[in-house]
């Protein structure tokens, strides 16, 4: 799913209540996302012992979203007009931060990495036995790969982001705005389809078997595989993913929805319900953006690994070796036990059973 730079009706009078309303809103969303997704990547890079394949998806996941809130646009578009841009240096803002064509980069980067992660545990529970499950080194080149796809989907995006000496209402032309989509509607269907249809379609389907092998054909936990610990280790991540495939739809559908419904429509139509097309274009914009500060949340903060390595950064940071000391012998105590923590369960499980 990618990103869209509204324009306003009444973009050159004063602020409305709504403007206000909504960078309000985003600055509740970007602020404590900035700082979530920081955090996120701080814990895996200063613990080796989180440098997992899962963890390295996680974090590429943080950087995405982390770049994607640092360059959102919500927080003063509504004001840009004010602003006068000329020649090369207008069309270079319009692309970096005002039309902003590198978030589209970054939202399609989550999209992709969240979808490798759906991907990875569907392999890694439901079909464990085939070979092919990611490792530290193909896992590098797997991100990799998805920063280029991401990219390439945006090189159109990228392009006609330009400077618009002729626009009243908004400096920059954008396909993602309303007044621009119409033109670059082949790109806005291969988006929305691609990368907010097919990637619901492929976390609903991988998250779908693995509760059904949990709880209904029990192949993924039988009776005489799990103990108690893993059962509840399993319930506990069929609750996750239960989540995760809800926040990531509620997040990104209603984008893809909306966009999918302009292209339909005639132009009459869209003229005639402008002003309630418009406000509907912020708010799914905003629930795009969402997704980015629920991420750290849903993917990471529940998980006790990543809150006992926020607590030992905040220890060290702070001169108290004592609680290092504490969570270090917790860690050997674990690992004496055959222990491991998958991040995304935050609960303890055997190393056989860990995703």
């Not at 193909?138 to 982001?161: E, F, G, R």
């Not at 909306?258 to 708010?283: G, M, P, Q």
Request: hydrophobic share 45%.
């Amino acid at each position: 799913m990618i990103n869209a730079s509204l324009s306003s009706s009444e973009a050159d009078g004063p602020l409305t209540t709504a403007d206000i309303v909504f960078a309000v809103i985003y600055s509740l969303i970007v602020l404590p996302g900035i700082v979530g997704n920081s955090i996120i990547i701080t814990i895996v890079w200063k613990n080796s012992s989180m440098h997992t394949t899962t963890n390295y998806l996680l974090m590429n996941l943080a950087v995405a979203d982390l770049i994607t809130l640092l360059l959102c646009p919500g927080l003063y578009d509504f004001v840009i007009t004010k602003v006068h841009l000329q020649g090369i240096t207008g069309d270079l803002i319009c692309k970096l931060f005002v039309g902003n064509a590198i978030v589209p980069i970054t939202i399609n980067v989550g999209v992709l990495t969240v979808s490798t992660i759906a991907v990875e545990r569907y392999m890694a529970l439901v079909k464990p036995f085939r070979n092919a499950k990611l490792t530290k080194e193909s896992v590098k080149y797997v991100i990799a790969v998805l920063w280029l796809l991401a990219l390439l989907s945006c090189i159109p995006d990228i392009q006609a982001n330009t400077y618009n000496i002729s626009s009243t209402k908004y400096p920059c032309k954008r396909p993602w705005s309303l007044d621009e989509y119409f033109l670059h509607k082949p790109f806005i269907i291969f988006t929305c389809a691609g990368f907010g249809l097919m990637s619901s379609s492929i976390l609903i389907f991988c998250y779908f078997e693995i509760i059904r092998g949990l709880y209904f054909t029990r192949t993924i936990c039988s009776e005489s595989t799990c103990n108690v610990e893993e059962k509840k280790a399993k319930k506990q991540l069929a609750r996750l993913v239960i989540w995760l495939a809800i926040v990531f739809a509620a997040c990104s559908l209603p984008f893809s929805v909306y966009f999918i419904f302009l292209v339909s429509a005639d132009r009459k139509t869209v003229e005639e319900n402008y002003d309630v097309l418009f406000e509907l274009h912020r708010t799914s914009r905003v629930l795009l953006f969402s997704n980015s500060f629920f991420n750290p949340l849903l993917y990471a903060l529940q998980s006790s690994n990543y809150r006992d390595g926020f607590k030992l950064i905040c220890n060290v940071n702070s001169g108290m070796p004592c609680c290092k000391r504490t969570n270090a012998v917790r860690s050997l105590s674990l690992t004496q036990r055959g222990e491991t923590l998958h991040p995304s369960q935050g609960v303890f499980v055997k190393k056989e059973m860990a995703v």
